[in-house]
């Protein structure tokens, strides 16, 4: 399905990796209101949780990297990531 095509990978793989986040809490199907014959994959609350704590914990990490780093550099670094963020949005938005 979707999540496939845009992961680039084949539809099973991406299967096996939702059952496992449904064992754990972390993700329910919805049925698609557009179209009947199709699931949406929705995060649960514990699946926001674990969003939330994983992006705060990866936040800390780039922190602590960066520390020792001039400011201007990690200017320039916020800078061209938000670059890089923006082209790779347009160019998926184009696909």
């Known amino acids: 399905g979707e999540i496939a ?3 680039a990978v084949v539809g099973p793989h991406v299967t096996r990796h939702v059952q496992v986040l449904e064992k754990r809490g972390l993700v329910h199907r919805v049925t698609d209101p557009e179209d009947r014959r199709a699931s949406l994959i929705e995060l649960t609350p514990s699946g926001y949780d674990g969003v939330e704590r994983y992006g705060a914990s990866l936040f800390s990490w780039f922190t602590d990297v960066l520390a020792d780093w ?16 923006n082209d790779v949005t347009d160019r998926i938005a184009r696909l």
């Open 5 to 7: 095509e845009r992961m």
């Open 70 to 85: 001039p400011e201007q550099d990690r200017r320039d670094l916020t800078r061209l990531l938000n670059r890089l963020a």
